[in-house]
């Protein structure tokens, strides 16, 4: 074990630490912002993992104590160590800046959310290792992974990302969160500082929940507007899975076209403009991730993950597969030399006069001779076939027509009658009565006309 640092030590560096405090967390490097807090903290290094564990609790709670709240804002309240080891584990602490009083609601609420975020299994969410209270504080501790550094540190190396990393940063990113809003969880204040990598590709988001965790402490949770916070949180609203939506469209946007969303009378801007890689559907789903209407988002982080794989169809490549390797067939075993025969003597060629013609060659029966062709039949002669009527009907060869039978009608149409009698009865009509004759030059001579 190291020598524990003096109290003079301890209190220089907390005075350090208080100087070189800003409204983001510190002036100095993460590194040496670290071990400041070991000095200040007063803990001995251990090599023993609970111990390690301890002693980066305690200073995460002297940075705490000597920043204030600024400690709990962005990345600064993070700070990050190694367990002990050569392949020790890197962990995180975060101190929780309130206090819960037990057997009360929000207590209750408090560790329903813990439990969920221990129950949390995805390669890309940070883990949470431990969650406890200390010197009446709440921590919480996550694992990292080896080796990763924030995006933060990877932009300002460079310009614009290759199309293929940059999109399986996103994808990767947005499946984590997307197994994180299946569970009711979300993230509230994604950024590049809470997106880490490392130099095999292995993508790692940390402080999923947390922002719900604060805000069932009652702790008010700044504004700070950045190029990643959505219109509505600015304006005051809470977060929600589709303020995740919007961080990863703007997080993929900036490592697409270098610079934050950029909007023209309200419109975005293609990322295609600023960099022409770029393909037509993949400037769709940044449109619609970036929509400053929260309901015309993508509800989850699973369905953007879902549009970036279909978007990715448009391209040359696969987004979120490995190329599988082809293993090379095994080369075949080289043949042995064969051992230097003695070529055989040159035959010599036969005179010309030797050779046979070709009527010798069929003398000598060197080809089968051909089958004989069979004899054609005469055809008979026409004049002596028979006629064919007269034939057949001499030759009896259909046998006559049987006579048709004679019917007597007479009864037949006696007995047709009498039905018809019988069925349609006669109908006697009667005589319709004379009709008068008029006398019409009587009539006249007794009423001339004109008078």
């Not at 602490?93 to 329903?112: D, F, H």
């Not at 010798?360 to 055809?379: H, L, S, T």
């Not at 049987?402 to 009667?430: G, K, S, Y």
Request: charged share 20%; hydrophobic share 45%; no cysteine.
């Amino acid at each position: 074990m190291s020598k524990k640092p003096s109290s003079f030590q301890a209190r220089l560096a907390r005075a350090i630490l208080a100087l070189t405090a800003t409204q983001d967390g510190s002036l100095l490097s993460p590194e040496t912002t670290l071990w400041l807090a070991q000095v200040a903290s007063g803990a001995r290094t251990s090599r023993a993992p609970r111990e390690a564990r301890r002693a980066l609790v305690q200073q995460a709670l002297a940075l705490y104590r000597i920043l204030g709240e600024r400690s709990g804002a962005g990345s600064s309240g993070w700070i990050q160590t190694r367990e002990p080891g050569t392949k020790g584990t890197p962990i995180a602490a975060r101190v929780l800046p309130q206090r819960i009083k037990a057997r009360t609601e929000a207590a209750a609420t408090y560790r329903q959310l813990l439990s969920i975020v221990r129950r949390l299994n995805h390669p890309s969410l940070a883990p949470l290792v431990e969650a406890g209270e200390e010197d009446g504080l709440l921590y919480l501790l996550v694992r990292m992974v080896d080796g990763a550094k924030p995006l933060t540190e990877r932009l300002r190396k460079g310009g614009p990302w290759e199309l293929k990393d940059a999109t399986n940063v996103a994808l990767k990113a947005a499946e984590a969160l997307g197994h994180a809003h299946e569970q009711g969880l979300f993230h509230g204040s994604l950024g590049s500082d809470q997106v880490f990598i490392n130099d095999k590709g292995q993508v790692m988001v940390r402080g999923v929940g947390l922002s719900q965790l604060l805000q069932v402490l009652g702790v008010a949770v700044p504004r700070v507007r950045t190029l990643f916070t959505p219109p509505e949180v600015v304006a005051g609203a809470n977060p929600d899975a589709r303020s995740d939506v919007y961080a990863l469209g703007a997080l993929l946007y900036l490592l697409l076209a270098r610079r934050g969303p950029a909007r023209d009378a309200g419109v975005l801007i293609p990322a295609s403009r600023f960099n022409p890689a770029v393909w037509p559907a993949l400037d769709q789903v940044l449109e619609n991730a970036l929509s400053l209407y929260p309901d015309q988002r993508f509800a989850t982080a699973r369905d953007f993950a879902w549009a970036l794989r279909l978007a990715s169809r448009e391209a040359q490549y696969e987004i979120g597969r490995e190329p599988k390797r082809v293993r090379a067939a095994p080369a075949a075993p080289k043949a042995a030399k064969p051992s230097p025969v003695a070529m055989p003597a040159e035959a010599a060629m036969p005179e010309k006069a030797a050779m046979p013609i070709s009527a010798e060659i069929g003398r000598e029966d060197i080809f089968p001779a051909p089958a004989p062709m069979p004899e054609i039949v005469p055809m008979p002669d026409m004049a002596a076939m028979p006629v064919i009527t007269g034939a057949i009907l001499a030759a009896d060869i259909f046998p006559t027509a049987a006579p048709m039978p004679q019917v007597d009608t007479v009864p037949l149409q006696a007995t047709a009658l009498t039905l018809r009698a019988l069925m349609m009865p006669t109908l006697e009509i009667p005589q319709s009565p004379p009709i008068p004759e008029i006398d019409w030059e009587g009539l006249l001579a007794l009423q001339p006309i004109g008078n």
